[in-house]
T-cell receptor, first 113, second 115 residues
């Protein structure tokens, strides 16, 4: 079985500042890793995913994440945030060979002017 | 490609009533998933179809819940005798077993409120 821990329920940050949203996972098998963003009353939009290869993954809207197998982490970063990045961010894991996504509880990113 | 469509977007129902939600996946996608998201939580897996076959069901899917995908196209999720604890956002997603094996596309969800 897989599980995901998002250590911060809320992260406040000023516009144009850098941000890191933390994600740790647990799994007995190899995994794929994902970050999704959810705006109010909307579905989930994929920001980026790690399947294999380079551990630094670049996604949409200037986000990137780094897979660290030894620390079982997949932290999301952005060097300079915008007001429009205010949303809920979910880290998710999928065991290879399976189809089910297991999500963390989410981190609310609050960007203020 | 119009994405994954879910209907209705919002549903308010009285406790004890039955409700049915519909999901139309991306046309070329043969896999379809249902997730439930309660307030302040991440989505939780409910069930998964490959074509018309229901291949996996979560323990969260009690016997009041039933999902179907006739002919491997759209899917319905029915909740019988709704309870207040069923209030949640119900998300549908689809993907294809060709190309990107984990390329989920989510719909905008159906928000259920049981009063």
């Amino acid at each position: 079985a897989q599980s995901v821990t998002q250590l911060d329920s809320q992260v406040p940050v000023f516009e144009e500042a850098p941000v890191e949203l933390r994600c740790n996972y647990s799994s007995s098998v190899s995994v794929y890793l994902f970050w999704y963003v959810q705006y109010p009353n909307q579905g989930l939009q994929l920001l980026l995913k790690y399947l294999s290869g380079s551990t630094l993954v670049k996604g949409i809207n200037g986000f990137e994440a780094e897979f660290n197998k030894s620390q079982t982490s997949f932290h999301l970063r952005k060097p300079s945030v915008h007001i429009s990045d205010t949303a809920e961010y979910f880290c998710a894991v999928m065991g290879t060979g399976f189809q089910k996504l297991v999500f963390g509880t989410g981190t609310r990113l609050l960007v203020s002017p | 490609d119009t994405g994954v469509s879910q209907d209705p977007r919002h549903k308010i129902t009285k406790r004890g009533q039955n409700v049915t939600f519909r999901c139309d996946p991306i046309s070329e996608h043969n896999r379809l998933y249902w997730y439930r998201q309660t307030l302040g939580q991440g989505p939780e897996f409910l069930t998964y179809f490959q074509n018309e076959a229901q291949l996996e069901k979560s323990r969260l899917l009690s016997d009041r819940f039933s999902a179907e995908r006739p002919k491997g196209s759209f899917s319905t999720l029915e909740i019988q005798r709704t309870e207040q604890g069923d209030s949640a956002m119900y998300l549908c997603a689809s993907s294809s077993d060709r190309g990107d094996p984990v390329g989920y596309t989510f719909g905008s969800g159906t928000r259920l409120t049981v009063v």
